[in-house]
């Protein structure tokens, strides 16, 4: 039965009042499961190879088994026990082949993650605004040095040194017809700013696929309406932002922010290529016209600049009402204006300059080092900031004491670092290999890949560290799983015989399990020492001038050893990093399995809301959420009956977004099942300020009930460490895992270790689900008894 078909029949019969008697249908349950990360069929959901669709498209979709298609008319032949329906949301992340493109997105993903990290607030304060500004701020820096790298390919190593030095242009023949020869001299588009105007094709065209992917996304993603919130009497109790009816409706912010970004990516390259003329037009005995217009080029792309930063910090999200209002005049105003400056700019540079000859580098050294500053000084910024915030309401479980927001930003700066100074790397060495016929990149690309084997060793020690704590860890599950299990080692003891084997592969799977929990740890030292050897990066190539292994000659032996080492392996480092980026793209363009395995890392990170960066991979939620609060909405109105929310894992996050989303009075009628959920392990250390304590305490009184299932040996799922309101705590104590030490009656063969997942074949899951569906009633929600302790 479809939602319209549902919808008639609520029309056609009358829709039953709170208080009027419940029929048949009215006893009608249905469990609305929702998969997690990774994807999966609806078949394998349902257990049935037999599945029909009845609502959504080939994107995301609710599914049902065929015989289960029309269930709402057969009440009677579910009586004690629901009706299985699967929404299917995989396709939002891997879908088709154009997924693999979002790779080269990855570091503007993770700088929105940060803008979600911020710490949790008593209430909403200038310090919280100052946050989500400096994050914008930071993505903004990331646009630029993306498009900075573009030009330091094409214009600079390319057009510049390339083409303009006789030899290399003659072994490129695709570079013949922009080439000078021995003399100097050449063609048409030898001259040095007709070479950068053309090649400033290059970046343009970067800047121009960017915006095409978030306008392609933005129409499909942001433009999903979610459920109109009705006001209602205890509509105040629902104080979380995932609760307000604009959170998952940011089609305004994106449009203005990619405006922006997109603006900003060409004026970095109006600029790369306007300034390089007007430069030559100040030397002495230059055109004084030329000079002229080169001055009010570069106040035009100053007015630009301070245009594009005054629409990134003017507005952040609204939340608070369902803004529908699109900014068209500057959505096009600004792009259409850039793009304008950087034809000016190529035409300025093509103009006729026979004297005017290419030699050394172009200035990115300054380029890079200031874009590199800036982007310390907004993380560090941030932090402080973030820890403002964060002592006026301290948790001792929110990762890194407040700061994973801004660590998590140093990360992404330091991720686009290295993949724009790879790229750059990668083809310097195709135009010229070891030949020295050009200088090659900025030096200050070159110290930052020689930062990157000490940040490995450092990386390295770390490891070390986590391993010899998880067999210390694994010694203590040991003795555990010999009391979990009650094993015996002598003969005629009571219990179950000991398989030393067994034991240890228990053991170690939950020692590996916690190793999530020292994830902040991680994060906290890599990105510091990030932090640190970027900053020793520039200041090593502003106060030298030369590639470190050049800068460390004359020194001690084992100094310019180092240094040597560092260059040449991180040099490698980073062109391997790159050639794998580009193979694992290509793989997951073409294979459809490599897709669904790069799709957990979107699934992951890309829940939330484009709020920092527009070029960001889309956030499936803002699809996903409204599915599902639809659904629910839709079908408790029609018919009455009871209804359970089923997540597992990332799907356990979808769930509990939905509820948020739904009017109080239908969130009522909803109990909340839970399994293999990272809701508190790893949402609410990580975004304390919507899945802190509060928030999910919050949940758990507006829901009818909620309970919680998790295994020790989970590296994911976690419990979520509340307790009274639905009678018991909402977590059950952790499951065994696996079900059966050794072989018996009701495991003849040895049980698996599930992990994370098959929660559904631990009779448990089955008797969670019908305490719920008990406790739940049709129509009118049962009165709430007292809180009172969690069981044992």
């Known amino acids: 039965m479809t939602l319209g078909n549902q919808k008639d029949e609520q029309d056609r019969t009358g829709a039953r009042g709170p208080a009027g008697p419940a029929t048949a249908a009215d006893e009608t349950a249905l469990e609305l499961l929702v998969h997690g990360v990774g994807g999966t069929t609806p078949q394998e959901m349902l257990g049935d190879p037999r599945t029909v669709r009845v609502s959504g498209d080939e994107t995301a979709a609710v599914f049902r088994r065929v015989e289960d298609a029309d269930a709402e008319r057969r009440p009677d032949d579910y009586r004690g026990k629901p009706v299985p329906e699967a929404y299917v949301w995989s396709n939002l992340t891997s879908g088709n082949g154009s997924r693999a493109l979002w790779l080269l997105l990855l570091p503007f993903m993770v700088v929105n993650i940060a803008h979600w990290m911020r710490p949790d607030a008593l209430r909403r304060s200038g310090a919280v605004r100052l946050y989500g500004l400096l994050v914008r701020l930071a993505g903004l820096t990331l646009t630029v040095l993306f498009a900075a790298a573009a030009c330091e390919v094409a214009l600079d190593l390319t057009a510049w040194q390339c083409a303009g030095t006789a030899a290399c242009g003659a072994r490129r023949a695709w570079l013949g017809f922009l080439s000078v020869d021995a003399h100097g001299d050449g063609g048409w588009w030898s001259q040095p700013g007709r070479r950068l105007a053309l090649a400033a094709l290059v970046p343009t065209a970067l800047t121009a696929l960017l915006w095409y992917l978030s306008h392609r996304t933005w129409n499909a993603y942001e433009s999903q309406l979610p459920l109109p919130h009705q006001p209602e009497p205890d509509d105040g109790e629902a104080n979380n932002a995932l609760g307000r009816p604009g959170f998952w409706y940011g089609r305004r912010l994106v449009a203005r922010l990619r405006a922006a970004h997109s603006a900003a990516g060409l004026l970095t390259v109006a600029a790369a290529v306007g300034t390089s003329a007007a430069r030559h037009d100040r030397a002495p005995g230059g055109p004084a016209l030329l000079d002229l217009l080169g001055w009010v080029l570069i106040g035009a792309l100053l007015a630009g600049a301070l245009a594009v930063i005054g629409v990134v910090v003017h507005r952040g999200r609204s939340e608070n009402t369902l803004d529908v209002t699109l900014d068209r005049a500057l959505v096009r105003l600004l792009p259409y204006g850039a793009l304008l400056l950087l034809a000016l700019s190529m035409v300025y540079a093509g103009w006729s300059r026979p004297q005017w000859r290419s030699s050394g580098r172009l200035p990115g050294d300054a380029v890079f080092g200031g874009i590199a500053l800036v982007e310390a000084a907004a993380v560090v910024a941030l932090a402080v900031v973030a820890k403002v915030i964060y002592r006026r309401a301290p948790d001792p479980r929110t990762a890194l004491r407040g700061l994973g927001g801004p660590a998590t930003a140093m990360l992404a700066c330091a991720l686009g670092g290295v993949m724009t100074g790879g790229i750059a790397q990668r083809v310097a060495d195709w135009l010229d290999g070891t030949s020295g016929l050009i200088d090659g990149p900025p030096v200050l690309l070159s110290w930052q890949a020689s930062m990157i084997p000490p940040l490995l060793v450092v990386l390295a020690a770390l490891c070390g560290a986590l391993v010899l704590r998880t067999a210390r860890l694994k010694k203590r599950e040991t003795a555990r799983v010999a009391l979990d299990y009650h094993l015996y080692d002598r003969p005629g003891t009571s219990g179950e015989p000991a398989d030393p084997t067994r034991t240890q592969r228990i053991a170690g799977t939950r020692a590996r399990a916690a190793l999530t929990d020292k994830a902040p740890l991680m994060i906290g030292v890599v990105s510091s020492v990030t932090l640190l050897l970027g900053a020793l990066a520039v200041a090593g190539a502003w106060a030298t001038g030369e590639v470190p292994g050049v800068a460390a000659e004359g020194s001690y032996s084992v100094v310019q050893g180092a240094a040597d080492t560092a260059q040449a392996l991180g040099s490698w480092l980073i062109g391997f990093g790159f050639i794998l980026f580009v193979t694992w793209g290509r793989r997951a363009y073409k294979d459809p399995s490599a897709r669904r395995t790069i799709g957990i890392l979107w699934d992951v990170g890309t829940f939330w809301p484009r709020a920092a960066h527009p070029f960001a991979p889309p956030c499936y939620a803002e699809r996903a959420v409204p599915d599902l609060t639809w659904r629910m909405a839709t079908w408790t109105r029609a018919t009455g009956g009871r209804l359970i929310l089923s997540g597992h894992s990332q799907g356990s996050v979808l769930a ?45 009184r507006q829901v009818d009930c909620w309970r919680n299932l998790y295994r020790e040996t989970d590296p994911i799922g976690g419990p979520i460490r509340l307790s009274g309101g639905c009678g018991p705590g909402v977590d059950h104590p952790a499951l065994p895992d696996p079900l059966a030490y050794g072989r018996t009656a009701e495991h003849p063969l040895p049980a698996p270790i599930l992990g994370h997942g098959d929660y559904q074949a631990d009779p448990v899951f089955a008797q969670e689900r019908a305490r719920l569906l008990a406790r739940l009633r049709p129509g009118v929600p049962q009165p709430r008894p007292e809180a009172g302790p969690p069981e044992a």
Do not use: I, N
């Not at 239908?666 to 839970?674: D, I, W």
């Not at 509060?694 to 758990?700: R, T, V």
């Open 656 to 700: 509990a977004a939905a509820a948020w989303q739904l009017p109080p009075s239908v969130r009522k009628r909803v109990g909340l099942l839970t399994y293999g959920s990272p809701l508190e392990r790893l949402y609410g250390r990580w975004f304390p300020a919507h899945f802190g304590p509060g928030a999910l305490a919050a949940l758990h």
